[in-house]
């Protein structure tokens, strides 16, 4: 009896707990976007959302990727932080029209699991590409490493090792689907529900220990970027860059024209360290950093100097072409829109033009203080002019001669002024 009373309680202890205990948390699924040139804001990113997803214990961690390329220092840190990660990286190339190219190649690879969106395409890892112009000898060097550190990468994830060689060595792209035949990806996926139904189950290989994934019913946790970060992402652009060097500089050049306007100084001097920092994330070339600053030097100088043009035009050209080698790398997508390069040169002509038109302006604007301010102005005679006599003008009374006698009361002309005398004639 007393051992039926044991079980009895025994059960109804487990059925309260079981009742009352709370359900067990699905896993979470961390999701981070990458659109763009891959550079050190990436890299940032990137690991950061690793960290978040080994912190949290989550399923997984996919990173959605589109990007032309980009910078290789930044390429190798990335990869490296996959490869070491200790939770399950997903590269997925999405959305559909988005590519992976060059650095996109070598991060797609060292994924744990690579999937594609229908309409992609992958490929053209060519290292020259990435940054830089190398000769020969170093791009041999350069492209031969690149092939050992990908087909290594491919060994280790089990992937085509050729076709990594081939897309290096000659720039080869392919398709989604031809990606999933070739063995470069392993899924074909338009979204992440069909990329998660078909991946689940799988077993993925860690550092130290093998993951089946269980991620059907999990809870998508988007990286969120922080204020910071937006902002320095947006600056790293090179058009970007660009406009604040160029900006902040003639914000400057216009407070050292005229001391004391300080917003100019104050939003020039903003917008140069933002550019600065911009210039640290890119290759950038500083004979066009020096052509920018010798244009604006130009321009300072058509103010200061009559050059009828000629300074004025030579500080465009050197504009333009600051703009154009402004950053050192023959990637499309790290040089600086021409576009943008015309239209602030444009800016910058119409600026010196408004400030020169200024300078023009108060150099041919009559003297309206000090005693050369007087001439031109009306005065009333005091005291008999003949020669001399007085004259009340400006709220004082004043000498004044004259060629002809005048009389008290009448209205003269101031003419010229000789050190306390005034020569005035008479109003017709």
Known sequence: MRRSCFLLLVIAAFAMTSIFAEPPASRDVVVLDVDGAIGPIAVKLIKKAIERAEESGAEALV??????????????????????????????????GARAGSAGVF?????????????????AATPIQMEGKMDSTLAKKVTNDAVANLRSIAEKRGRNQDWVERAIRDGESITSSQALDSNVVEYIADDLDE?????????????????????????????????????????????????LFTLGSLGLVLELYSPGAII???????????????????????SGIALIIFSLILFLLEIKVPSYGILSIGGVISLVL????????????LAVSVGVILSVAAVAVVFFLI?????????????????????????????????????YVSGALWKAMAGEAIEVGSKVTVVAVEGMVLKVQKKA
């Open 195 to 243: 990329l998660f139904a078909k991946m689940n189950g799988r077993e993925v290989i860690l550092q130290h220990r093998t993951d089946t994934l269980d991620i059907v019913n999990s809870t998508i946790v988007m990286v969120q970027r922080s204020f910071t970060e937006k902002v320095l992402e947006i600056i790293s652009d090179p058009n970007i860059a660009f406009i």
């Open 107 to 123: 991060i797609t690879y060292s994924a744990h699991v690579a999937a594609m969106a229908s309409g992609t395409n992958i490929g």
């Open 322 to 333: 600051g703009g154009m080698f402004l950053i050192d790398s023959p990637g499309p997508y």
């Open 63 to 96: 990173i959605r990727l589109n990007t032309p390329g980009g910078l290789t220092n930044s390429t190798w840190k990335i990869t490296t932080a996959i490869l070491n990660a200790e939770v399950p990286v997903i590269v997925y190339v999405w959305p559909s």
């Open 264 to 286: 100019p100084g104050v939003v020039g001097g903003i917008c140069i360290i933002l550019a600065f920092f911009s210039f640290q994330t890119l290759p950038i070339n500083y």
């Open 355 to 391: 400030v020169l038109r200024y300078v023009i302006k108060a150099q041919k604007r009559q003297v309206a203080t000090g005693n050369e301010g007087l001439i031109g102005m009306t005065a009333e005679v005091r005291k008999r002019i003949d020669p001399e006599g007085m004259v």
